[in-house]
DNA sequence: ACGCCTTTAGATGGAGTCCTTGATATCTCG
DNA sequence: CGAGATATCAAGGACTCCATCTAAAGGCGT
């Protein structure tokens, strides 16, 4: 069992005040001192301390004071994103993607490669070295100045990055991804379920930011999922939750076999093709038994769709929401995600992010 | 948004300390003040004041010091479970179970009145507060000596303390349960459904101790679930997390049905019975999918049996895991629950702990 | 342009908590 | 009974937060 929050030093005590006065700055934009002290709690000449200490170490900077208002024009402070950057790569069967971002999630600079799902271990390998290149040397960094890496892939993950079981990509079983890419970046690295990441990158900066329980579904020619539990990502013991679609009730195997016949099943659907309404039909009748299991376990707040199919999601969102309606006592509500394809390595970005979370506030004494 | 561990005064330090050497000495034992200072992290001369803090309010007392060693004997301190005491109540169909246990969990006093399901609400009300009467006078205390009251009950239960929905119970939707124990007891009362809490026992007295992801199935004559995710009981946005049983792939509804024909099917079926073992075997298949449902959802740790039929679990452990086995991707281990008929009871005493933490570790400053 | 009002900036002293160091106390072992 | 080991107890120093006071910098009315 690691030590809870369990108290200590005085300077532990500056470290919290610090960590809530960047996440103040964080979320509610810039303010001034008198606002901050407000809303941590701590005094005003306390506050006055925190916020020249992380000035000091760059993790706050000023702004110009707000024009108007009366008395003295106050100082205003915001937090510096630009202060450290970090590298999301999404590894997937048909394109390899790499993003940096600053640490608001704010996407700098943005790569891709596209590949196929029966490509070889080392030529993927390749393409990911390649995409990584390309965005630091778009980015005018070198792997050591980043802050941190996440790194998202199919498939089941342990603990320490490796691969452990890979249906869809050939040769991917045992890869070794974090050590492969710790070679290349500084700073921490992590791997993780592409699904589970897409969830964090929806409460980072999609559609389920200010939710706590959220189920997010990956709708594409595969079908996953990811949870966020109590505002945190949930793993699971063996690092596999989420993956309903084992559960043959949920035919989440066979749910995208529906649509294979035709060729843009939702664009015909869209104009009215008998066909491919029956097609999306039966595809949302599959899903939904595997979402409402999901649901029935949980009760989330929300349900975020995503993946490749959630652009054409207006052809199946009112079906879905009525086939849940059957199955779940309370269905909660369902939203689009808006981050289209850069939300599995958004998300990587954030796995990153919180891996460096911790850093240092205070200034190192002497 | 409620404000996170958002540092603050330096009163707030002092709280985390006590917090962590109270948790400790609870959770390890009693230790002398050099082990203490070494398990929190503190210097020991902190350690030292922290504790002397901590006798005067009462959160710990000095017991003699271990024989044998070297040097001088160093004085030993332990958690006084016997600082406060908790209620917990079980409201269910066919009795009602009160218990008043110290801080530690331990059942210092309990007592019961059978009742049936289709008992009127002022009824039922009435034996609940003949219960708790009896229960209170037998631990000699009067209802405002108590740090808190828990009560369990089957159904929905809204944030507020009231049933919102039961199907089990006659006349007991709407019932505002928190509202008329409030009047009976003092400190702050909380109610939650019977299943949840009796996860929250097995992590807390039970087999599920060191477990931070564990899934709790009340096996009976109904069939529930309680989910402990990430160390905490996951309620749910609505409440109503685990109630897998609406999956109609779940056979939960009808699952205890194909025990009702014979007497004591699980009796019948040790003794190798055909028709007992077929019923048996129908049972467990329906219940395997809704517990698989959960495990794949949570991949959790470990899965608790618990409930009425749980003291016939040597009949139906094993067909169980087997039919686990064929629908999980990783069959968690498999535990029965030994906390008897007192798990719900203790769970809801547990929660009226959880609700009463956050009391003063220190003295109060004239 | 000048003074008044309001709000913030900056400085000072005090209180609370923790740490380090050293002196003293008590037990075991030889 | 002394040496060694360990614990208790006390004093001084460092760090963080708070309350309070004075100075500064704008807007506004005259």
Not at 9 to 32: C, K
Not at 122 to 133: G, I, N, T
Not at 152 to 166: E, F, H, P, Y
Not at 234 to 253: C, D, M, S, T, V
Request: a neutral charge; one cysteine or more; glycine letters at 12%.
């Amino acid at each position: 069992m690691t030590a809870h929050v369990a108290g200590g030093d005085l300077s532990r005590l500056r470290q919290l005040n610090a960590d809530a006065v960047v996440r103040v700055l964080r979320d509610e934009g810039p303010r001034t001192l008198t606002e901050l002290a407000r809303l941590v709690g701590l005094s005003r000449a306390s506050t006055e301390d925190v916020v020249q200490e992380l000035l000091e170490v760059g993790w706050v900077a000023e702004v110009g004071p707000a024009a108007g208002g009366v008395g003295r024009p106050a100082r205003r402070y915001r937090f510096r994103a630009d202060a450290g950057q970090l590298l999301g790569v999404d590894v997937g069967g048909h394109k390899v993607l790499a993003v940096v971002t600053d640490l608001d999630g704010t996407v700098l600079h943005s790569r891709q490669l596209p590949v196929t799902p029966e490509l070889g271990r080392s030529e993927r390998l390749a393409a990911v070295d390649a995409v990584v290149d390309r965005v630091l040397r778009a980015a005018g960094l070198t792997g050591d100045r980043l802050w941190g890496a996440g790194v998202a892939t199919t498939g089941l993950v342990d603990g320490s990055g490796r691969v452990m079981l890979s249906e869809a990509l050939a040769e991917w079983t045992g890869v070794d991804l974090a050590g492969h890419l710790r070679d290349r970046v500084g700073g921490p690295v992590r791997v993780e379920n592409d699904c589970k990441v897409a969830a964090l990158a929806e409460t980072w900066r999609g559609v389920a930011r200010h939710a706590s329980d959220m189920v997010f579904i990956l709708a594409g020619w595969r079908t996953g999922a990811g949870l966020i539990v109590g505002g945190r990502l949930h793993r699971g013991f063996g690092n596999a939750a989420g993956e309903i679609g084992a559960l043959p009730a949920a035919g989440w195997q066979r749910a995208p076999g529906h649509l294979r016949h035709a060729g843009d099943v939702f664009a015909a659907a869209r104009t009215g093709d008998k066909a491919a309404l029956t097609a999306v039909r039966r595809y949302v009748k599959d899903l939904a038994q595997g979402i409402s299991a999901l649901v029935l376990t949980l009760d989330p707040e929300l349900v975020v769709i995503g993946g490749g199919f959630s652009r054409s999601a207006d052809v199946f969102l009112e079906p879905l929401r009525a086939e849940l309606d059957r199955w779940c006592l309370r269905t909660p509500e369902i939203r689009v995600s808006t981050l289209a394809d850069e939300g599995v390595a958004l998300g990587a970005a954030k796995l990153a992010l919180d891996l460096s979370a911790g850093r240092s506030y205070t200034r190192s004494r002497n």
